[in-house]
């Protein structure tokens, strides 16, 4: 048999692809989705705390923070996801029953947390020092000048790192699977390699791959686009050089852990 054909066969079967489509679209997308967008939200809360302890002259607040963020910066995403799946099981059974959907959910979270706590942290810090004297000399307490002046412009910073990390939690969800998630929470890897396994072509995992760039690519320029608009103040018009440049392909950031 012509190699190429058999290659064509393996990746690009339409058929084995129609069949997949609609479980992606009902099933996978919708709990991609949830998991990494609700993972995004549960770990910034977090992050934020994390980041707040991590800069506090407290020594018992910044220390626990950075045990905390190298241990889930250091371990492989998918062994904190089995080490909480796994290992918090038991708890879940009385908690919520047999559902590993929510310590999934956690696992991202707290992988989510070490990152963007760093992220918030490093925004916090690129605050100009003067803001933070300015606020206590107006008689605010270095707690209500951290809130109300210091990270709302730190968090204005970070907010391509934060899509960055959005686009790696999206990717970091199809390890859940591991967990052994019901046919109803199955996200679109789950849903591909299902296919693949019962058909024998991979054909299906490659429509999964697709949605993936689908939803991360988009997310990238997205990036680029608000990390032009914290830099510039306003959309490029190519009139100005720095515009040009910043509109050549890699010259905006964006990268990807």
Known sequence: MDPLRTL???FFDWESMREA????LTVGLPNTLILAVTAALLG????IVLAVAGISRTRWLRWPARVWTDVFRGLPAAATILLIGVGLAPLGMQVWGPNPYPLGILALSLIASAYIGEIFRSGIQSVEATQLEAARALGFTWGEAMRRVIIPQGIRRILPAWVNQL???IKDSSLVYFLGLLASQRELFRIGQDYAANTGNQSALLLAGLF??????????????????LRHGRPATGDDP????LALPGAAGGNQR
């Open 212 to 229: 993936y760039l689908a939803l991360t690519v988009p997310l990238t320029h997205v990036v680029n686009w608000i990390d032009r608009r």
């Open 242 to 245: 720095d515009d040009l440049d």
């Open 44 to 47: 910034s809360a977090l992050g």
């Open 8 to 10: 064509w066969e393996t």
């Open 21 to 24: 489509l609609p479980e992606m």
């Open 167 to 169: 686009i790696a939690l």
